[in-house]
């Protein structure tokens, strides 16, 4: 199975196509050029997921996970205030990924994203518990 991972950073915007199975498939960064605003923003993650898609041969990529700073809403879809985008206050991610490219996205505080990911494939995959 192939999902689409993205780590949207005030500097730039992290892509990459994941196989369950053998992890990343292909990665790359774009320019996030945060100061152009909101939905110029929204653009260029658009344009990042869409350029991972585009690294898919035979399977098309069952959703988008977005590491995002600020806080994320329980339901996982919605940031506010991300603290280095000037002008955002409350966006649905995941609404906006999905009307920009078709595909289902869900959205996670990027820290919590760099832990989970540090427990399961980094320094911490040999702990049952660590901090990070």
Request: proline fraction near 4%; include cysteine.
């Amino acid at each position: 199975m192939l999902g689409i991972g993205i780590d949207l950073g005030g500097t730039n915007i992290k892509g990459a196509l994941v196989d369950d199975k053998k992890g990343i498939i292909e990665k790359f960064s774009i320019l996030t050029e945060a100061d152009n605003g909101c939905d110029y923003v929204l653009d260029r993650i658009s344009v990042a997921v869409m350029r991972a898609a585009g690294f898919a041969e035979n399977d098309k990529p069952v959703g988008v996970g977005i590491g995002s700073p600020g806080i994320i809403s329980w339901d996982r879809t919605t940031v506010s205030t991300p603290p280095n985008f000037p002008g955002w206050d409350i966006v649905n991610l995941s609404k906006e990924v999905k009307k920009r490219t078709g595909f289902d996205c869900r959205v996670e505080n990027d820290a919590n994203c760099a832990a989970l990911g540090s427990s399961r494939f980094g320094a911490g995959k040999d702990f049952e518990s660590f901090v990070m």
